[in-house]
C-alpha cells in the first residue's frame, strides 16, 4: 500500500487550516494514502477538525485512507467530545501504522 506521511505542526486552527489541508490533499491527489504525524500536534480546533473531515472524505471518494498517527491525549480528548474519534483509524506510532498498513 502505498502511503505518504503528513507531518502537523503543534497546533491545527483558523491560521494555518489551509496551509494544512492543502498539504494533505496534495498527497490524496497524487493517489497516496496519508499517515498523519500528529505526534507534535496538541490542539486543535473546530476548524481544524474540519480540516480531518474534509480529509477524510476526500481520501475515501479516492479509494485511499487517512490514518492518523500520534494523537495526544489533548487531542483525544476534543475528538471524543465531538466524536470525531470515530471516523478515524489512528496508531500510537509510525512505525506501528506502516506494519498495519502492509509497509
Sequence with gaps: MNIE???LGK???SFNYQQ???GILAILEKGCNVALDMTECN???STGLRVLLISKKTAAAKGLQLYLVGVSNEVKDIMEV???HNFFESFATME???K???N
Design 100 to 102: 498495519a498498513c502492509g
Design 5 to 7: 506521511r503528513y507531518t
Design 96 to 98: 506501528e501504522c506502516l
Design 11 to 13: 497546533e491545527l486552527d
Design 43 to 45: 490542539y486543535v480546533s
Design 82 to 84: 465531538t466524536g470525531f
Design 20 to 22: 494544512e489541508q492543502d
